[in-house]
């Protein structure tokens, strides 16, 4: 199998709170996982790729102050949205990378966070 | 960087029927491209995937072929449902190992029963 969780689900949260989501992979460890963020009824918009005990790599526009990402394990990788303001609003989901013959990505089920 | 163009942005078809969605891509290294299901409001589903040295792949009603020479790839589902209603995303995928995906903007397709 190939099943990765995320949690939490949904979050609503003040402006200027922190906000923490854990991504893990259930049943395998993950070579690589990677977090996106989308915006309704649009793509799917790569923030950072991750690998553990190495820092991650953002891609460009996105504050890696901002969105911190820790990969503490082949299984686990959080991403804090820190000082959180009602632009930061959105669905996050993670993914993680399995290796079967090349890289397959799996997603989890996405956090939708509402900052107010 | 590699970019995906993937058309139509949004398809309706009679249940049955059958349904195309096309991708583009520009980089003549990408190796790997999955296709995905997302209903609404759940996570992106992998529902088939194509190397880059294979050129047709077939699973039940849907089928993905390759054309590397044209850079261009594309999903097919036969004997449509009104549960394959969902957004398809295309992807495109390079770099070795820890190569990032590319996706295109997605197909919402309706199936009408």
């Known amino acids: 199998g190939a099943v990765v969780s995320q949690h939490p689900s949904w979050v609503i949260c003040k402006s200027g709170t922190s906000v923490k989501i854990e991504c893990r992979s259930l049943d395998f460890q993950a070579t690589t996982m990677f977090w996106y963020r989308q915006f309704p009824k649009q793509s799917l918009m790569l923030m950072a790729t991750?690998?553990?005990?190495?820092?991650?790599?953002?891609e460009q526009g996105v504050e890696k102050d901002k969105f911190l990402i820790n990969h503490a394990s082949l299984t686990l990788s959080t991403l804090t949205v820190t000082s959180a303001h009602p632009e930061d609003s959105s669905f996050y989901i993670c993914?993680?990378?399995?290796?079967?013959?090349?890289?397959?990505?799996?997603f989890g089920p996405g956090t939708r966070l509402l900052v107010l | 960087g590699e970019n995906v163009e993937q058309h139509p942005s949004t398809l309706s078809v009679q249940e049955g029927d059958s349904a195309v969605i096309k991708c583009t891509y520009s980089d003549s290294a990408s190796n790997y491209f999955p296709w995905y299901k997302q209903e609404l409001g759940k996570r992106p589903q992998l529902i088939i995937d194509i190397r880059s040295n294979v050129g047709e792949k077939k699973d039940q009603r849907i089928a993905v072929t390759l054309n590397k020479t044209a850079k261009h790839f594309s999903l097919h589902i036969t004997e449509t449902q009104p549960e394959d209603s969902a957004v398809y995303f295309c992807?495109?995928?390079?770099?070795?190992?820890?190569?990032?995906?590319?996706f295109g903007k997605g197909t919402k397709l309706s199936v009408k029963p």
């Open positions: 991750s690998n553990e005990g190495s820092k991650a790599t953002y």
């Open positions: 993914s993680a990378g399995k290796l079967v013959g090349g890289e397959t990505q799996y």
């Open positions: 992807a495109s995928h390079y770099g070795g190992s820890q190569g990032n995906l590319i």
